[in-house]
């Protein structure tokens, strides 16, 4: 089984800056396409920033310029930079990672717990 644990989130001030962090643990032998989702109440979970299987990135056209995704892959931890925040950045963050186990026996779909960001003066 594999667990993420995110950490990062909080309130920051219109124009500042947080960084999240998504740490990976368990039988993994190899990590797949991954990214960063954010969710407000009453609408859906939106794509934030993603990296496909060759790390390659992709990023909301809300974000871009903005934020910055990266990865450890020493570490197993994804990373989301988030830089001249606003308030409409204001939502719950939750970090996906597509993961092979140690067995071998296919690529799973991995949630982390979600960490509130809010942006607020």
């Known amino acids: 089984q594999v667990q993420l644990v995110e950490s990062g989130g909080g309130l920051v001030q219109p124009g500042g800056s947080l960084r999240l962090s998504c740490a990976a643990s368990?039988?993994?032998?190899?990590?797949?396409?991954v990214g960063w989702y954010r969710q407000v109440p009453g609408k859906q979970r939106e794509l934030v920033a993603g990296?496909?299987?060759?790390?390659?990135?992709n990023y909301a056209d809300s974000v871009k310029g903005r934020f910055t995704i990266s990865i450890d892959n020493a570490k197993n931890t994804l990373y989301l930079q988030m830089n001249g925040l606003k308030p409409e950045d204001t939502a719950v963050y939750y970090c996906?990672?597509?993961?092979?186990?140690?067995?071998?026996?296919?690529?799973?779909?991995?949630w982390g717990q979600g960490t509130q960001v809010t942006v607020s003066s």
């Open positions: 990296l496909n299987s060759w790390r390659m990135p």
């Open positions: 996906n990672m597509q993961a092979l186990g140690s067995d071998r026996s296919g690529y799973r779909d991995f």
């Open positions: 368990g039988s993994i032998f190899r990590l797949g396409m």
